[in-house]
């Protein structure tokens, strides 16, 4: 029970001696001894176990400089999208802008059609009036009672033309005041969006120098990374990010699931991960896999 007590405790030693290592051998914390005892090999001797150890402090060291290298080049990402983002609410207020303007126009147009309707209709009443002048001095000259019932029609006719063009000049008068209040309406929105978009393109300009100066800080630390991991490595990391949607080639295990996919992960599987003693992709996804163990400790830094 001792010993048990002595493993739990030894992850923290970060660099234990030789002789410590059979005891710190299982690294996998919450792994249960049976089956920890069932992945390592039966009593290898202790010369053997040295060499593993060293196998295995390598392995960590690149899995920790692949996560490290994910996490970098994700907040690069997040950078990229953020920044992307940007120029798009842009074009959408200028799309709306031009979208205000043509409705402003249109409706000024509209409001000319309908003047050039009104003065049309006016004039028509007047020409109405001066005929039923002409007709009534004429029915004071009329020979006989057909020519006077005959004018009376015209008359009669040329009022209900005056009725008609009053009817259609009432209405265009309504539909005058409908498009002046919708062309105010269009204006003021079009100020409104106008003041968005200057205020966008400032907050544009600023957000790309800042995230400038923050982008060139990540690629430094993300570079960094590269000297910790074989070129062959670091071939199928780019590989895999960029066949991801999401970006990520390096995930953790999550509720022994791949934190790329989803997928479960078998628990020998698993525990082969926890070993570190070689670099595991995701059976489904092909992702870099880590356990917990190796993103806490990238987590902290
Ligand atoms: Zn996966």
Do not use: W
Request: net charge neutral; proline share 3%; with cysteine.
């Amino acid at each position: 029970m001792a010993k048990t007590t002595k493993k739990e405790s030894a992850p923290a030693a970060k660099k234990p001696a030789a002789k410590k290592v059979a005891a710190k051998k299982p690294v996998a914390k919450k792994a249960p001894v049976e089956k920890k005892a069932a992945v390592i090999k039966p009593k290898p001797a202790i010369k053997k176990e040295v060499a593993e150890e060293k196998v295995e402090q390598k392995v960590e060291r690149t899995l920790m400089a692949l996560y490290s290298l994910q996490q970098f080049d994700s907040q690069i990402d997040k950078i990229r999208i953020i920044r992307g983002e940007l120029p798009l609410e842009v074009q959408d207020l200028e799309d709306e802008i031009v979208g205000l303007e043509t409705r402003v126009n249109n409706h000024g147009q509209d409001i000319e059609s309908v003047e050039k309707n009104i003065k049309e209709k006016q004039e028509n009443i007047k020409r109405s009036l001066e005929l039923i002048k002409k007709y009534e001095d004429q029915q004071m000259n009329v020979r006989n009672n057909r020519e006077y019932d005959s004018l009376s029609k015209e008359i009669e006719f040329q009022t209900l033309e005056i009725q008609l063009a009053e009817k259609k000049i009432n209405e265009n008068k309504l539909s005058l005041e409908n498009k002046k209040q919708e062309i105010e309406v269009s204006e003021t929105m079009l100020e409104e969006r106008k003041k968005d978009l200057e205020v966008k393109n400032s907050e544009l300009t600023d957000i790309v120098t800042e995230t400038e100066k923050e982008e060139d800080g990540l690629i430094t630390m993300s570079k960094k990374q590269h000297s910790d991991i074989e070129d062959r490595l670091l071939t199928a990391y780019q590989r895999i990010r960029k066949n991801a949607r999401n970006g990520l080639a390096v995930v953790k295990i999550e509720r022994d699931a791949c934190g790329g996919c989803f997928n479960k992960i078998p628990p020998q599987h698993q525990l082969d991960i926890m070993m570190h003693k070689k670099i595991i992709v995701c059976e489904y996804c092909g992702r870099i896999l880590v356990d917990n163990e190796i993103a806490n400790a990238v987590d902290v830094h």
